[in-house]
């Protein structure tokens, strides 16, 4: 996924937007092909339950099996994974991801206080410049 921050804090500002795009909310509706689509299981995994529980009860291996999905040529060590897994202890950090991970995909409403800047962006038109996307290939990304 994109990040929209960027987007967020540019767009609403005339004359800062123009080389800008953004995939919104709105966006997360529309189906990839397949061979892409089965990249973001863990997306629609975490709209269940089950899953919410099993991230709580183990967010490192978690962690660990989507690296691995999503970047199956980089040859990391559990080392790599300590840095990150400092955020697992934050007592929100369940919640947090899966609402993420809902909030992008439709199934759980924003921030009140963002409310009005979404709409905004959302109705916004596309932004017609051309964009270069680059994706580390054996690298941590996001499959997709």
Sequence with gaps: MRPRTPVA?????PGLGERLSHSGIGAATRPL??????GFWYFCSFLTERSRAGLAADPR??????????SPGWAFHARDLDRPARAFANPDYTDVVVHFYRHRL????????YAELE??????????????TGRLRDGPALAG
Excluded: K, S, Y
């Design 119 to 132: 709409a905004r962006l959302a109705a916004l038109p596309p932004v017609p410049v051309p964009t270069l």
């Design 33 to 38: 092909p397949p061979e892409r689509e089965a």
């Design 106 to 113: 439709g199934f759980a409403p924003g921030a009140d206080a």
């Design 61 to 70: 291996e978690v962690a660990r099996v989507i690296w691995e999905h999503n």
């Design 9 to 13: 804090r540019a767009r609403p500002r």
